[in-house]
């Protein structure tokens, strides 16, 4: 169904080598430790993996939505972690490529494409998770500023060695509607008034950081505006689709990743003289998860095709997202089952992938968020 | 000035290695590679291309699915590829591989400034004999298991790899090298290569094009050419399990001691 291009098939294999050979053998560390190499965000730089959706006149090397999605599988497939910082990468690519200005698409993107520097997505607050519209954020004019206050949470590519700008959302007025009173600003971390937070001691995907940012009288100054006043949510709402499949495509390495490691594991493992691969149970179960794995992808690959022929994706990638994260949690779940007690213990790849595959449900809208989404496709 | 790098699609060896009921080894039942030593040319080539600005153009003589390793190694960064590939090339032992590509390098033409770098041998046969025949055939000099290359003017200083020591070896230039994969760790592709790669040229060199070459006669290319025929193929019969001795060094040491004393040996 998806022949994918002679292009795809190099870009497949070469982060593949790349992952394998750099990411893989940091990837346990990275879990305990929670400190993100910062190498790593140089060399996926220098092999423009992070300019993967960013024009080559701020230093990109552009390919398409499906393409993204195979990346971001390869690299999932090794660590979740790094999967994670590298999808929320292109997301903030792909927003300030379509509302940047050019002074701030060759800043911004330029530092990422060819320093590695990481930019974070500021929208979720502590009263506004699903609920984008319940911001409480404010952005003041004064002069030839805003002045921003308030805090955020759960911010993605924001820690003590991680983020060097990010796109914030505030209410600029808040007499207005939530699709008018909002606006995005590009701040940088040097900013006054731009304070790191608490680092989130998480589950899963402990390698990624996630912080709290709080802005106090954070002055930014107009030319930093992303996209125009009272477009913010506008802005935040075009990500939703593509960052939809990006993770799903995460779910999508993550559930390979547990595939691969419970059938290795079965095929060694001997129980009563045989290996456990030789039994039904076990085989039905592979099966099972291999068949998920499988309809996860295609969905993926289908909502990221859509998006490549500039056609409605939203059901698409929410059902992608969904089904995706889901089916990644059910594999994970069942390969530390064949693990058996081993795949309770730190020692084996399951037991961090079925703690990272627990978010995938949950951020970037919540598996119920994106049945409501399909519902209210269906139904108009 | 240019080089040129030869190049080997391999079986990947690292993995298991299939063989056919004939004893011969089964090529399509293992994935290809392009070979270690090979790439390690390749990166070294590319490193002198980063610090020169020369052209590096890849050769390689092989079925048709080559190309695929050849586009990798433009993705790379190498700026050319050449294929040599004829039904008439076919069952080329080293004598009449080595004839073939001595043919197709004077195909390409080599300057007074150029330079052909080659793998030291490559994994599926293991016989180190192509580099150096083609260096004789084109009566260049030639240094073997380069781990090391300095270019200067003129010249290049090479770092010749022995078992207890090294030599460094002066030569003029044009002049060949064959690599061990200690020369250099191969790059990895970027995006940006991956996608100039297709529009990058790529000739395929057939027995039309080279067979006026003086070195190309009927009786020194392919299977009739080729002095060297494989008397029999078979995998080795596998070692048995050996005995793992646990304890102490010491006690380990007193336990071998023991057993080899048992067998007469000391």
């Known amino acids: 169904m998806y022949e994918l291009t002679r292009e795809q098939e190099i870009l497949v294999k070469m982060v593949r080598e790349f992952s394998e050979k750099e990411i893989a053998p940091n990837a346990q560390e990275l879990d305990i430790t929670g400190e993100f190499p910062a190498d790593i965000t140089k060399k996926m730089a220098e092999l423009d993996l992070l300019g993967l959706n960013v024009p080559v006149e701020y230093g990109g090397a552009p390919m398409n939505e499906v393409s993204k999605v195979l990346a971001i599988i390869e690299v999932a497939r090794t660590c979740s972690s790094t999967a994670e910082m590298f999808a929320v990468q292109l997301l903030v690519n792909g927003i300030i490529a379509a509302y940047g200005t050019e002074e701030q698409k060759q800043k911004y993107l330029g530092m990422t494409c060819r320093e590695g520097k990481l930019g974070a997505f500021g929208l979720t607050e502590p009263g506004a998770g699903s609920d984008a519209g319940g911001l409480q954020t404010t952005a003041v004019e004064d002069g030839d500023s805003y002045i921003l206050n308030g805090s955020k949470c759960f911010i993605s590519n924001l820690g003590p060695g991680e983020g060097d700008y990010a796109i914030v959302f505030a209410v600029t007025d808040r007499a207005k509607k939530t699709h008018s009173g909002m606006t995005a600003f590009l701040v940088d971390r040097s900013t006054p008034g731009f304070i790191l937070g608490k680092l989130e001691d998480k589950m899963g995907i402990r390698g990624a950081a996630v912080s709290e940012l709080i802005l106090k009288d954070c002055r930014v100054h107009k030319t930093q505006i992303l996209g125009k006043v009272g477009k913010g949510f506008n802005i935040a709402m075009s990500g939703l689709d593509s960052g939809r499949v990006a993770i799903a495509a995460q779910a ?11 059938i290795a594991y079965s095929k060694q493992r001997v129980q009563f003289g045989k290996p456990i691969a030789a039994k039904q149970g076990i085989q039905w179960y592979l099966a099972e998860m291999a068949t998920k794995l499988e309809a996860a992808k295609l969905l993926t690959l289908k909502a990221a095709d859509l998006r490549d022929r500039k056609e409605p994706a939203g059901m698409n990638a929410s059902m992608a997202k969904f089904f995706a994260a889901e089916a990644a949690n059910e594999i994970a779940a069942k390969a530390v089952q064949i693990h058996g007690g081993y795949g309770y213990m730190k020692d084996y790849a399951v037991e961090r992938i079925y703690r990272d595959a627990r978010i995938l449900t949950i951020y970037e809208g919540t598996s119920e968020v994106q049945k409501i989404v399909i519902a209210k496709e269906l139904l108009k | 000035m240019k080089i040129i790098v030869c190049v080997k699609q391999v079986p990947d060896t690292s993995g298991v290695v299939a063989v056919k009921e004939d004893g011969t080894m089964d090529r399509a039942a293992m994935a290809a590679i392009t070979n270690h ?42 700026d050319e590829a050449y294929l040599i590939s004829a039904r008439e090339f076919g069952g080329s032992d080293t004598y009449a591989t080595s004839q073939i590509i001595a043919a197709a390098i004077n195909h390409i033409g080599l300057g007074r400034e150029d330079m052909v770098f080659c793998g030291r041998q490559a994994i599926d046969g293991d016989t180190a004999q192509v ?22 003017d003129g010249s290049i200083t090479t770092k010749r790899l022995l078992e207890d020591g090294f030599m460094l070896l002066k030569m003029s230039r044009p002049c060949l ?23 990058k040229p790529l000739t395929v060199l057939d027995y039309q094009t080279l067979k006026n070459d003086p070195l190309i006669d009927d009786d020194t290319i392919g299977l009739k050419g080729s002095p060297t025929n494989v008397y029999k193929s078979f995998s080795p019969p596998s070692k048995d399990v050996g005995v793992m ?18 067998k007469h040996i000391i």
Do not use: F, H, W
């Open chain 2, 245 to 262: 001795l646990d304890g102490t060094p010491k006690e380990a040491v007193s336990a071998l001691v023991a057993l080899l004393s048992e």
């Open chain 1, 252 to 262: 999508c390495g993550e559930g390979q990743a547990a595939l691969d490691a419970a």
């Open chain 2, 131 to 152: 580099g150096p025949q083609i260096a004789e055939k084109l009566n260049l000099p030639q240094v073997t298991y380069a781990a090391g290359i300095k270019v200067e």
């Open chain 2, 37 to 78: 030593d090979d790439l390690a040319a390749v990166e070294a080539a590319l490193k002198i291309k980063d610090a020169t600005d020369c052209k590096v153009i890849v050769l390689s003589m092989g079925p048709a699915p080559a190309e695929g390793m050849l586009r990798e190694l433009l993705a790379m960064g190498c």
């Open chain 2, 177 to 199: 090298v064959t690599c061990v994969k200690e020369l250099a760790t191969p790059r990895y592709m970027r995006v940006s290569g991956i996608l100039k790669c297709y529009s």
